[in-house]
């Protein structure tokens, strides 16, 4: 249901707010976005975490979610393995 994907991005916004280095979770907070097809959000999101730590699993996972959102589904693949 696309109402408790907006909740769950309403509980994730104020996290990433007060743990500005946090990237624990985030590639959850990375699947509601592209549920949610918030380009923005997610794009913001991945640029975040690839300043953060680029090489962790988390960062791969959201700058997967990015490309495929975007349709570049074979750089989504690429970072997805």
Not at 6 to 16: D, G, R, S
Not at 26 to 48: F, P, Q
Not at 62 to 69: D, R
């Amino acid at each position: 249901n696309l109402r408790d994907f907006t909740m769950a991005q309403a509980h994730f916004q104020p996290l990433l707010e007060q743990s500005p280095h946090r990237l624990d979770a985030m590639d959850v907070y990375s699947n509601i976005l592209y549920v949610k097809e918030d380009r923005v959000a997610l794009s913001a999101l991945a640029h975040h975490a690839v300043q953060m730590d680029k090489y962790r699993p988390e960062t791969c996972c959201i700058v997967g979610n990015y490309y495929s959102l975007k349709g570049q589904h074979e750089k989504a693949v690429r970072y997805f393995q």
